[in-house]
């Protein structure tokens, strides 16, 4: 005994030092959770563009127009104005309509961009989000066996390339939009009435007898 319980002392120590680092391996290899790995990314790059601040004129127009070309502007861009160099000569009712053949309006306030606006002028920033899910579809995981009760890989892939692809604005999955107006009043309607209806049974209960015909 004195000889044998020092192997099996190592062989334990060596199995222990085996297993400690693959547990955390699998455990980040694995998802034990409900909710999916695989989330929406959302991305947004701003394109910009300085111009004269003021009335425009045609070699002003026609630039901002063959740049809006150029960068494929589109339903799901948003269109702003930084006029904080153009001090009292902001004017975007030119810019305004320039956008508006595309469909568009000019969204206020302006995101932060990179370099100074020189004075006197106008930025416009279009700012376009895109949301993907990165890896998908996933089967690197086989479905059986599952000994760790664990999702699939696959998991939650087709429903969030779904929502990703369907989402009008991207920027929606990150901060979300508050209901507002008329919606949001008829979305709680049906749940106030349920809960301000009396009980059936307050004015006591209907008794209905049945009577048969004569012959």
């Known amino acids: 005994m004195e000889q044998i319980m020092p ?3 190592h062989l334990l120590i060596l199995t222990m030092a085996l297993v400690l680092p693959w547990a955390p391996a699998m455990a980040d290899r694995y998802n034990r959770g409900v909710s999916s790995v695989h989330q929406p990314i959302v991305q947004r790059d701003d394109y910009v563009l300085d111009v004269p601040a003021g009335a425009l004129g045609i070699a002003d127009r026609d630039r901002i127009l063959q740049w809006f070309a150029a960068i494929n502007l589109g339903y799901g861009d948003r269109v702003s104005i930084d006029g904080r160099a153009a001090g009292d000569a902001t004017d975007t ?8 053949r595309y469909g568009l309006f000019v969204t206020p306030g302006a995101p932060i961009t990179q370099g100074d ?3 006197g002028n106008l930025r416009i920033i279009v700012s376009r989000s895109t949301a993907s899910v ?3 579809p996933d089967w690197s995981q086989p479905s059986q066996p599952n000994f760790t009760s664990s999702a699939m890989s ?3 892939c087709a ?3 779904t929502m990703a692809a369907m989402v009008a604005d991207p920027q929606d999955l990150v901060r979300g939009v508050a209901a507002q107006g008329g919606d949001a009043e008829t979305a709680t309607k049906a ?3 349920w809960r301000e209806a009396m009980p059936t ?3 006591g209960l209907k008794v209905e007898s049945v009577k048969g015909g004569q012959p």
């Not at 009712?93 to 508006?100: E, K, N, P, Q, W």
């Open 7 to 9: 192997q099996r002392r």
């Open 93 to 100: 009712s030119s810019i305004a309509a320039l956008v508006g």
């Open 117 to 119: 606006v020189a004075a």
């Open 134 to 136: 990165a890896g998908c």
């Open 154 to 156: 696959n998991y939650g």
């Open 159 to 161: 429903i969030n390339s």
């Open 191 to 193: 749940i106030r009435s």
């Open 201 to 203: 049974a307050k004015g």
